[in-house]
């Protein structure tokens, strides 16, 4: 007995010392595996975001040496600067009506492609196509599309008789036709959709249809919670990617007319590149940020109420 | 009643299809009116009331195009730029998933949590700090602050990698311990054969990202002699106002090779973003 149990512990001893030997080896092979990007987070993110938010407190054109400003950019900021609350109110309208937008005609596509229909795949890549047009591209053909002369967009609306727009120096006109334009990429959404309401099981639709239910109510009591999840995860990307635009902005009015494009970035940019004041730039970005992570941060906060997470709370 | 449902079903299929079509020719209207533009003269373009089509199709605008701009030029510098990342982030991807997804060690779910993180950062709070970094060493009018990050990993590309990687039976790895295989010959012998279909994916993401990416060459390239096709189309539409004709010839000429790999590689496109939507 007592043998048995000594060389049981000795055994364990080994295999533990083997284990222990063994983890080693994992820990040095996992850090030699991920060491590239624990150096990229550190040089490419860590560092700008710490350095970004340091020249946000100094006043700085690069040229000269930084002056340490303390809290007076934030104050200027939010005291004086009305193209902070211009380009705050730009960027949230085109964000918000972009993304609901967008995504509503992603899933009516994604809808209409789930259905019973011959070339399918046809369809798909015709709706998908357009989000692989390079921006300044995309942007090129827009603001041909919206030139009010010699445009696509007036010489249709002419053959209904309506007067032609001047739909990118009109400062009501010009967001909303940003916002077509970024409809036409809804294609990328409607991907991610359709593969969500080919995930929905069928027996859900068999449910509606003993209960005697047409297709808006199987749209709305059954595709609608299903896909709840994936609606969230596309506005919150989606939100997200649009407070960055930028392009739009600066190549097809310049922010005008009268500022009513001048797209957040686009007066970060400004201020930066333009006015060369880093600092106060470097301050506006921080902003923004802060009001994105609050944003989403809320969001999240109340969007267990109306998401349905198959399998409990997530 | 089964006469009425028939009947119902019918007119729903016509209506299916009446929607389908007319969203495609919505969605395609942008590109008719590029094709359109692209081939016609000056006067046809400016003609009142517009013309739908050009009376013969203008080949020359293209010519005309490549003469009045480098294009070429433009051409070359941005397949180098696709090239060398393509290189970068194929390598440090693959190989940065790998540790997260086939090594167990202290420390990973912490450090993958923290490439989750950075996903989450936008890039507006980094592209002051990180063009003045690049300036002071030096960078500024170089390619290096377009092809250096490439090469120490993309979050989005290791997280799709890892979940591509976690598929892969673990017991090939094991099978190759007991053949007295390290990680780095696993990694290489094995799963970078097996993921070649991710790898595609990564691929042609980053094509995608590098040959449409306009914000950093227009932050970091004043040089002409380096810019990208989307510079050069951005300044040529700055420059040639009124000629309509040769700025959609050079917006085609930009799109085209992004139309032809997608024709070539359409799968993993749409698995790409499929696979990205799984996250949600």
């Known amino acids: 007995m007592l043998e048995k149990a000594v060389l049981n512990r000795s055994l364990a001893k080994k295999i533990r010392r083997k284990i222990s030997h063994e983890e080693k080896a994992r820990l040095k092979w996992g850090y030699v595996f991920i060491a590239p990007t624990i150096f990229g987070m550190c040089v490419f993110v860590l560092a700008p975001v710490v350095f970004g938010l340091i020249i946000s407190f100094t006043h700085w054109d690069i040229i000269t040496p930084m002056r340490w400003a303390g809290l007076s950019n ?42 019973k229909i011959r070339f399918k795949s046809f369809f798909r890549t015709v709706f998908y196509i357009p989000t692989i047009v390079p921006l300044i591209a995309a942007i090129v053909i827009w603001s041909f599309i919206y030139n009010p002369e010699y445009g696509l967009l007036n010489s249709l609306l002419g053959l209904f008789h309506i007067p032609p727009q001047n739909w990118l120096y009109n400062a009501r006109l010009v967001i909303p036709a940003m916002i077509v334009m970024s409809m036409w990429g809804a294609g990328n959404n409607m991907v991610i959709y359709l593969a969500a309401l080919q995930g929905v099981p069928r027996h859900l639709y068999e449910a509606i249809d003993v209960d005697g239910g047409g297709a808006w109510r199987r749209f709305w009591n059954v595709t609608l919670p299903m896909i709840s999840p994936m609606i969230f995860f596309n506005f919150i990307t989606d939100f997200i990617n649009s407070l960055q635009t930028f392009a739009q902005g600066q190549i097809m009015t310049d922010g005008g007319p009268n500022n009513a494009s001048l797209f957040y970035i686009l007066n970060v940019y400004n201020q930066a590149f333009t006015n060369n004041a880093m600092g106060y730039a470097a301050a506006l970005a921080w902003v923004l940020f802060i009001i994105v992570a609050i944003c989403v941060g809320l969001i999240f906060r109340f969007s267990n109420r109306w998401i349905y997470y198959e399998g409990g709370e997530a | 009643m089964v006469e009425f449902r028939r009947r119902q079903n019918l007119g729903g299929k016509i209506g299916l299809y009446a929607l389908l079509i007319i969203c495609t020719i919505m969605m395609l209207f942008p590109f008719y009116w590029l094709l359109r533009s692209a081939f016609m003269s000056s006067r046809e373009i400016f003609s009142v009331p517009m013309k739908w089509w050009p009376s013969h199709l203008l ?47 202290k420390g990973r779910n912490f450090w993958f949590a923290c490439v989750l993180l950075t996903m989450m950062i936008p890039s507006i709070v980094m592209f002051i700090p990180q063009f003045i970094g690049w300036k002071e060493l030096g960078a500024y009018n170089s390619y290096w602050p377009l092809t250096l990050p490439s090469f120490f990993g993309n979050a989005f590309f290791i ?18 311990f007991m053949d007295g295989a390290n990680y780095f010959t696993i990694y290489r012998k094995i799963i970078l054969p097996l993921s070649k279909p991710a790898l595609v994916t990564v ?17 970091y390239l004043n040089n002409q002699k380096l810019w990208t096709l989307q510079l050069g189309l951005q300044s040529f539409m700055g420059q040639y106002t009124s000629s309509w004709q040769l700025i959609m010839a050079g917006a085609l000429i930009t799109l085209l090779p992004m139309l032809i790999v997608f024709f070539f590689a359409q799968r993993a496109f749409i698995e790409g973003i499929s696979l990205s939507g799984v996250k949600g």
């Open chain 2, 159 to 176: 997280f799709l990698l890892r979940q591509f990687y976690m598929t892969i039976p673990i017991e090939y790895d094991e099978a190759a």
């Open chain 2, 203 to 219: 691929g042609v993401f980053t094509f995608m990202g590098t040959w449409n990416d306009y914000f950093n060459p227009m932050l």
């Open chain 1, 74 to 115: 934030y104050k200027k900021i939010f005291t004086s600067d009305p193209l902070f609350y211009q380009s705050l109110r730009v960027t949230f309208y085109y964000a918000i009506a972009s993304v609901i937008l967008t995504n509503i005609l992603a899933l009516f596509l994604a809808t209409l492609l789930n259905a």
């Open chain 2, 59 to 105: 080949w020359s605008n293209f010519v005309d195009t490549f003469q009045d701009a480098p294009f070429a030029l433009y051409f070359r510098n941005t397949i180098f730029l696709v090239a060398v990342n393509l290189i970068g982030a194929i390598f440090s991807n693959s190989f940065i998933a790998f540790g997260f997804a086939r090594i167990r060690f």
